[in-house]
């Protein structure tokens, strides 16, 4: 089972409690000597947590500290150390804002932050898709009108995942989720899939459930990129109040995915005349995660348009700030293709840990520049 806390304060817990029933009665003039040893026995404890932490793979074991039934993944020597840990990723929030730790229930009315000078913008009041109740692991809850979802909420043994309630079909779609809890454990993926996963499949079992067969895709919290069972370096790693974006174009059958905002890369091509849903999964207890915005665009001359505008001014926050047109116009842009405007492809240094398939670099989302947004696609064996 997933852990709430860490090796560390069971085992330094589990000491004290001992000696304290154990000793008191005998305690007298000696106590500086016990306090002495009793910290000791809490650094000693201290060490073999982290030490098991870290090299919990190593012995068949997930990183957790709990045994996998799942089957042994291979070694991969070219990736780079990004490995799952039950310590929480820190320093990956998009902003600085103090509303991370959101309460577990929203209210029915649409909340936004009412935060300074918070920028994740939860505007939106509308979105086109939600979690679907229908169709997700029995480890889940769903609150803030099913757009916010919970995993584990009081321990896990196992991976549970759910998918959006409507299928991406035909065009140009956007969301972005949030990390709303502590990041850690075995796993927690952002990713889309078919209606053939099968969502419930590992809830006895810790693994990376999106990517591990040919019907999803999915990207890591450690920033590895899975698909087929195949896995490559992606991403840096994101944490608690990253925002994960993710862009599905069934015209040009791309899936390019963001990380706060920037663009990291394209991770799949010739996804053109296949059905796909928005799905997350988790393996760590008492996490969670909401979608903060949810699009859908035909593949029309206007949002052509549009995102050629946004290529020849990739450098502002919003291209609308900058084109001189009438309030009214503005105002329908924004509604129809804000995402699309404000997308942020910045420039990205090429992966040398990563294979690359052959495909036309106009397809990809990030621009046309060859160095802009360097183009990553799953490894397929």
């Given at each position: 089972?997933?852990?709430a806390?860490?090796?560390?304060?069971?085992?330094?817990?589990?000491?004290?409690?001992?000696?304290s029933?154990?000793?008191?009665?005998?305690?007298?003039?000696?106590?500086?000597?016990?306090?002495?040893?009793?910290?000791g026995?809490?650094?000693?404890?201290?060490?073999?947590?982290?030490a098991?932490?870290?090299?919990?793979?190593?012995?068949?074991?997930?990183?957790?500290?709990?045994?996998?039934?799942?089957?042994s993944?291979?070694?991969?020597?070219?990736?780079?150390?990004?490995?799952?840990?039950?310590?929480?990723?820190?320093?990956e929030?998009?902003?600085n804002?103090?509303?991370?730790?959101?309460?577990?229930y929203?209210?029915?009315?649409h909340?936004?932050h009412?935060?300074?000078?918070c920028q994740?913008?939860?505007?939106?009041?509308?979105?086109?898709?939600?979690?679907?109740?229908?169709n997700?692991?029995?480890?889940?809850?769903?609150?803030?009108?099913?757009r916010?979802?919970?995993?584990?909420?009081?321990?896990?043994?196992?991976?549970?995942?759910?998918?959006?309630?409507?299928?991406?079909a035909?065009?140009?779609?956007?969301?972005?989720?949030?990390?709303?809890?502590?990041?850690?454990?075995?796993?927690?993926?952002?990713?889309?899939?078919?209606?053939?996963?099968?969502?419930?499949?590992?809830?006895?079992?810790?693994?990376?459930?999106?990517?591990?067969?040919?019907?999803?895709?999915?990207?890591?919290?450690?920033?590895?990129?899975?698909?087929?069972?195949?896995?490559?370096?992606?991403?840096?790693?994101?944490?608690?109040?990253?925002?994960?974006?993710?862009?599905?174009?069934?015209?040009?059958?791309?899936?390019?995915?963001?990380?706060?905002?920037?663009?990291?890369?394209?991770?799949?091509?010739?996804?053109q005349?296949?059905?796909?849903?928005?799905?997350?999964?988790?393996?760590?207890?008492?996490?969670?995660?909401?979608?903060?915005?949810?699009?859908?665009?035909?593949?029309?001359?206007?949002?052509?348009?549009?995102?050629?505008?946004?290529?020849?001014?990739?450098?502002?926050?919003?291209?609308?700030?900058?084109?001189?047109?009438?309030?009214?116009?503005?105002?329908?842009?924004?509604?129809?293709?804000?995402?699309?405007?404000?997308?942020?492809?910045?420039?990205?240094?090429?992966?040398t840990?990563?294979?690359?398939?052959?495909?036309?670099?106009s397809?990809?989302?990030?621009?046309?520049?060859?160095?802009?947004?360097?183009?990553?696609?799953?490894?397929?064996?």
């Amino acid at each position: 089972m997933e852990p709430a806390f860490t090796m560390g304060e069971v085992i330094r817990n589990s000491i004290k409690d001992y000696l304290s029933q154990n000793t008191m009665a005998r305690r007298t003039r000696n106590s500086r000597a016990w306090h002495f040893v009793l910290s000791g026995v809490r650094r000693e404890a201290d060490a073999r947590a982290v030490a098991l932490a870290s090299g919990a793979h190593g012995w068949g074991y997930d990183s957790d500290g709990q045994h996998s039934d799942s089957d042994s993944e291979p070694e991969f020597p070219s990736l780079s150390p990004s490995i799952p840990s039950a310590i929480p990723v820190t320093g990956e929030s998009y902003c600085n804002c103090e509303n991370q730790n959101e309460t577990p229930y929203c209210s029915s009315l649409h909340t936004i932050h009412h935060v300074k000078d918070c920028q994740c913008g939860e505007e939106d009041e509308y979105f086109e898709w939600v979690w679907d109740d229908l169709n997700k692991s029995t480890a889940t809850l769903l609150t803030c009108d099913n757009r916010k979802v919970n995993f584990h909420t009081e321990y896990s043994c196992g991976t549970a995942a759910i998918r959006g309630n409507k299928e991406l079909a035909e065009g140009q779609h956007f969301w972005e989720i949030k990390m709303t809890s502590p990041v850690y454990g075995t796993d927690m993926m952002v990713g889309i899939g078919t209606s053939d996963v099968n969502l419930d499949k590992y809830r006895h079992t810790f693994c990376s459930l999106l990517g591990k067969d040919e019907d999803s895709w999915g990207l890591s919290y450690t920033g590895l990129l899975h698909h087929r069972g195949d896995k490559m370096n992606f991403s840096s790693r994101f944490g608690q109040g990253s925002i994960i974006g993710v862009h599905l174009d069934t015209w040009h059958g791309t899936l390019t995915f963001f990380k706060n905002r920037k663009c990291i890369g394209v991770a799949a091509t010739k996804l053109q005349n296949k059905k796909f849903y928005p799905m997350v999964c988790s393996t760590a207890a008492k996490s969670s995660m909401k979608v903060i915005r949810s699009c859908t665009s035909y593949t029309s001359l206007q949002y052509l348009c549009c995102y050629r505008l946004r290529q020849l001014l990739p450098n502002y926050v919003d291209t609308l700030e900058v084109l001189p047109l009438p309030p009214g116009l503005k105002q329908v842009l924004h509604n129809k293709l804000g995402w699309v405007l404000s997308m942020n492809c910045s420039t990205l240094k090429p992966s040398t840990s990563s294979s690359s398939l052959s495909g036309s670099d106009s397809d990809s989302s990030c621009g046309s520049d060859a160095e802009a947004c360097q183009r990553k696609r799953c490894r397929r064996t």
